[in-house]
């Protein structure tokens, strides 16, 4: 009875310390956020309680709207770019089908070393009015005149930054699938490239589907990373011009600290955590469906 009460205590003294952090980062901030949504509140003095008016103005919002469409959009371009183009390179440089594989895999990890605030400066050199693009194109069409207004379109303003966001995080999962990649063994390409099976067919019928399982767990990460995709739009547009390429983690940030709207903001920080939470369970869902568990 003894040993039996002096190995939950023991236990208890290694999970607690763990347990009381997790509380501490992760679940109270979401409690206290969650009450302060319903609530009016500058970050100091009185609260207010205004009951579901922080929700109801929401739905209401069209800068709301718009940074969702722009989070899906950038979803999107992460399940449906950065995974399958992260596989693709990793399947090139573990079949050694580029010279200088070591080299041309640290060329393409390169951009999530550096930082995003480093990456928005950079890019903005190249779209902006005055930039790298525009003088190309202006040199190409002989037109002096040529100004890109991409930023200036409601529709297309958001496509830089989701080409950016390719680029920079696409190594992450080619480094993920690398890792998976070495893991099989040789012998079963070596079998099938004896039966005369191409590099295509190895790809699409072998390696992917034996991939598939780390496919869907990137997909979690990508999607979470999306809806808390932050620094790179704050950097390089702050979600301007006119809301263009607001995502809801910009107008969240905004709401708060900027208009000192707390109760606003605690409300947009909770339909974020909804949608990651909602992602993420169709995600295991279709995981389970598909047998990928």
Not at 115 to 133: C, E, T
Not at 196 to 218: D, H, Q
Not at 250 to 261: G, I, L, R
């Amino acid at each position: 009875m003894r040993n039996l009460r002096s190995k939950k205590l023991s236990y208890l003294s290694f999970i607690l310390p763990a347990f009381l952090i997790y509380v501490g980062i992760m679940v109270f901030p979401v409690v206290f956020s969650l009450a302060l949504s319903f609530t009016k509140w500058k970050g100091f003095g009185p609260m207010e309680f205004v009951g579901l008016d922080n929700y109801v103005r929401m739905f209401s919002d069209p800068v709301f709207y718009i940074g969702l469409r722009n989070n899906i959009l950038i979803v999107l371009v992460s399940v449906f770019g950065q995974i399958p183009l992260g596989l693709l390179l990793a399947y090139m440089l573990h079949r050694k089908m580029v010279r200088g594989a070591k080299k041309f895999e640290v060329l393409i990890f390169l951009p999530i070393t550096i930082s995003s605030v480093i990456v928005a400066q950079l890019w903005n050199r190249v779209f902006s009015p005055i930039g790298i693009l525009p003088s190309i194109v202006r040199s190409l069409t002989g037109n002096s005149e040529y100004i890109m207004t991409i930023f200036e379109s409601k529709a297309y303003a958001i496509v830089p930054i989701m080409f950016v966001l390719l680029w920079q995080h696409t190594s992450l999962y080619m480094v993920i699938f690398l890792a998976n990649l070495q893991r099989i063994p040789d012998s079963i390409i070596e079998a099938a490239q004896m039966e005369g099976a191409s590099e295509g067919t190895i790809f699409l019928k072998i390696i992917a589907p034996m991939l598939a399982p780390v496919a869907f767990i990137n997909s979690i990460l990508a999607i979470s990373g999306s809806f808390k995709s932050f620094d790179l739009i704050y950097s390089m547009t702050g979600g301007g011009p006119a809301h263009y390429t607001e995502v809801m983690a910009v107008y969240m940030y905004d709401t708060t600290f900027v208009y000192q709207n707390y109760g606003y903001g605690s409300a947009l920080s909770i339909i974020i955590i909804l949608f990651i939470v909602a992602a993420i369970m169709l995600t295991r869902a279709a995981t389970k469906k598909f047998n990928f568990d």
